[in-house]
């Protein structure tokens, strides 16, 4: 007697998986804007915001192979075999990302890089190259959280990881507490997010251990290292993308008139939109886990519509002027001037919501269908849309520049999402 066929995926079964990975998601970007509210509340609070924005951008677009570690582990792990494989392979490729980082931090080169290269002055350089030599050792433990993290999805135990992020957030806030007594400037803001950061991944590990005990021993030989590196590198190719977005953009914004205050409204605004925005990300592990059939790409097309609605009726609220200026001022305590660059961007939000959830369907329709190369693709049109959006500060020097920042976002994103959105209705090349 055959088995029946498994059922179509419901948009019930969606949002059961999802709602647990939004609250995981605002969660981990709070903690972000809860160190950009801290930071701003120091001394000299412009210096210390940017050096902080320029570090943490390059330790994201540097970390960037580490980032994919989760969708390529819920592609290719089978069992515990296949689990070490991928530590092995990754933890290879954190040993350069790290030494690359130092380099920056501990020569010169990272005076030409952030000071020539970004345009910023000598007191941000000296801040951002010190907080460089703590955010390097970030991408490392970041490979056990994804693995951990791998195995609570396909068990569909989401929840755990929104529980594993609540204890990051809370830990976050006895982090800061402590720091400023025996550390100043952007560096209290780099420990803070390690500290957190490591206190998530051992907890994570702990949860996910008797799900991992449960895995089988494969009798195949596990991935090799080719297998995932043919697998992993156009992912890893769009992450560059995505997080060189923020560096990209701070090497055009630089270039303003006034660099330093460019720099720090655009990091604000950054950090507003992934926490209000952020979930929406989650629509690629959502599609990539779930997806099964032709129909359920249809309910997951539904599914992308309803949510991407709802976080871009939430990203309205910037537009109303008395809730925008007590979000900006007394919640993040911004000064008047930064407040007064940020203003317009965070306006922009609304907008941003349906351009980056569509992308992020897309994106994980592709990794179910084991298409990668076309999500190399996607990364090198979003890239050259920012570019060229970002180079209007070459013409337009006293541009607003967290304006300039999202809107060149918005164009990467709605780039991207045509390039994948049209290899997705073009199954027959497959």
Not at 22 to 27: D, L, P, R, S
Not at 163 to 170: A, D, E
Not at 335 to 342: I, N, Q, R
């Amino acid at each position: 007697m055959t088995e029946p066929p498994a059922r179509s995926v419901s948009l019930g079964d969606a949002y059961a998986f999802f709602l647990p990975l939004v609250f995981m998601a605002e969660m981990m970007m709070i903690s972000h804007s809860v160190i950009h509210a801290f930071l701003a509340r120091l001394p000299d609070p412009t210096t210390t915001l940017a050096a902080y924005n320029i570090a943490f951008s390059f330790h994201s677009v540097a970390g960037s192979p580490m980032w994919t570690a989760l969708m390529t582990s819920l592609a290719l792990v089978q069992g515990r075999r296949s689990v070490a494989r991928l530590i092995d392979f990754h933890l290879r490729i954190s040993v350069l990302i790290v030494a690359l980082g130092y380099l920056l931090a501990f020569t010169g080169l990272g005076d030409w890089f952030f000071g020539s290269l970004m345009g910023a002055g000598p007191l941000v350089v000296k801040e951002a190259k010190a907080a460089l030599v703590i955010f390097m050792w970030i991408p490392p433990i970041t490979v056990f959280r994804s693995l951990a993290y791998t195995l609570l999805m396909r068990n569909r135990r989401t929840i755990l990881i929104t529980v594993g992020t609540f204890v990051r957030l809370v830990a976050l806030g006895g982090y800061l507490a402590v720091l400023p007594s025996i550390m100043s400037g952007a560096v209290v803001g780099a420990a803070a997010l390690f500290l957190c950061i490591f206190t998530e991944t051992v907890l994570a590990v702990l949860l996910t251990w008797r799900f991992y005990r449960a895995l089988p021993v494969e009798a195949e030989a596990p991935p090799g290292h080719r297998q995932i590196w043919n697998f992993a590198w156009p992912l890893m190719l769009t992450q560059a993308s995505e997080n060189g977005v923020a560096i990209t953009i701070n090497f055009f914004l630089g270039r303003l008139v006034r660099p330093e205050l460019a720099l720090a409204a655009f990091g604000v605004a950054d950090g507003l939109w992934k926490v209000m925005l952020g979930p929406l990300r989650n629509l690629a592990q959502t599609a990539q886990t779930l997806m099964r059939s032709t129909e359920d790409r249809r309910v997951m097309m539904v599914f992308c519509l309803q949510v991407s609605t709802g976080f871009s009726l939430l990203a309205a609220i910037f537009l109303l002027p008395p809730a925008r200026n007590f979000l900006l001022g007394a919640v993040m305590g911004l000064t008047p001037e930064l407040s007064g660059g940020v203003a317009p961007a965070v306006s922009l939000f609304w907008a941003l919501a349906f351009m980056l959830g569509f992308a992020a369907l897309f994106k994980g329709l592709l990794l179910n269908m084991r298409v990668t190369s076309q999500i190399a693709l996607s990364a090198l049109a979003r890239f050259g849309v920012v570019v060229s959006i970002g180079s209007a500060s070459l013409l337009l020097p006293d541009a607003n520049g967290a304006v300039l920042g999202v809107s060149a976002m918005m164009g990467g994103f709605c780039a991207e999402a045509w390039v994948l959105g049209r290899r997705i209705w073009r199954p027959q090349e497959a």
